[in-house]
């Protein structure tokens, strides 16, 4: 959230901006491997 006085920390304002640069294939066993409860390691 940002932390600016005159936006009044208003989420509206938040800055939003990602980019996954994250292979599918990486992301892929990622998700796996948290959706199963196992300790991942990507």
């Known amino acids: ?3 600016f ?3 009044d920390h208003n989420p509206f ?3 939003d901006d990602f980019a996954n ?3 599918d294939r990486i992301m ?3 998700v ?3 959706n199963e409860g196992r ?3 990507e």
Do not use: Q, Y
Request: proline content about 5%; hydrophobic content about 30%.
């Open 5 to 7: 006085a005159e936006e």
């Open 21 to 23: 640069v994250m292979p």
């Open 39 to 41: 300790k991942c390691r």
């Open 28 to 30: 892929d066993r990622l």
């Open 13 to 15: 304002s938040d800055h």
């Open 32 to 34: 796996g491997c948290v």
């Open 1 to 3: 959230m940002d932390s």
